[in-house]
T-cell receptor, first 113, second 114 residues
């Protein structure tokens, strides 16, 4: 089955700096890679996703890149703000099959003033 | 995305008791799932809730411990039976699309077992 590794487990940046979280996956057939943000006391929220037919996707201050050859994908947050502080999870899936979304272990991002 | 409502949002339970968590979605959805998130951990799939039939459980989870119902396309329940402190977790209902892969979560039910 799919295995997703996520690094780092914790990340502290100063407000305004950029943050990068990296994930690797094992199943070359995976074609859908979402990222979730979980704030304290809340459920995970889908913030951005990328499919295997593109290499990069951007939505305002967040972007995701995908390298299919190396089987890794990354989340980039620019101009970080205190409200970006949360736990971020990456995941991988092969769509259209009975396979389930496999999650990374999470990254706790702390944006300091 | 669908609006997913879970209740209770949190509860403190005594060892040996059972608790049922409800999940209501504001639109008909094909796929409904239940996840567990232990303190400080990632999300682990418990089972797929199948409408009108028995749920499909993942390895390590059994129906006797986590009975699930899904009487229609918008509602499901998860029961945590004969609870022990090790069952203290966040239990999350989610809905998704097999074809697109998108998965959305409720706010979770935070259970503490004493």
């Amino acid at each position: 089955g799919e295995n997703v590794e996520q690094h780092p487990s914790t990340l502290s940046v100063q407000e305004g700096d950029s943050a990068v979280i990296k994930c690797t996956y094992s199943d070359s057939a995976s074609n859908y890679f979402p990222w979730y943000k979980q704030e304290l006391g809340k459920g995970p929220q889908l913030i951005i996703d990328i499919r295997s037919n593109v290499g990069e996707k951007k939505d305002q201050r967040i972007a995701v890149t995908l390298n299919k050859t190396a089987k890794h994908f990354s989340l980039h947050i620019t101009e970080t703000q205190p409200e970006d502080s949360a736990v971020y999870f990456c995941a991988a899936l092969r769509t259209g099959t009975a396979s389930k979304l496999t999650f990374g272990t999470g990254t706790r991002l702390q944006v300091t003033l | 995305s669908a609006v997913i409502s879970q209740k209770p949002s949190r509860d403190i339970c005594q060892r040996g008791t059972s608790l049922t968590i409800q999940c209501q979605v504001d639109s008909q959805v094909t796929m409904m799932f239940w996840y567990r998130q232990q303190p400080g951990q990632s999300l682990t799939l418990i089972a797929t809730a199948n409408q009108g039939s028995e749920a499909t459980y993942e390895s390590g989870f059994v129906i006797d411990k986590f009975p699930i119902s899904r009487p229609n396309l918008t509602f499901s329940t998860l029961t945590v039976s004969n609870m022990s402190p090790e069952d203290s977790s966040i239990y999350l209902c989610s809905v998704g699309q097999v074809n697109t892969g998108e998965l959305f979560f409720g706010e979770g039910s935070r259970l503490t077992v004493l």
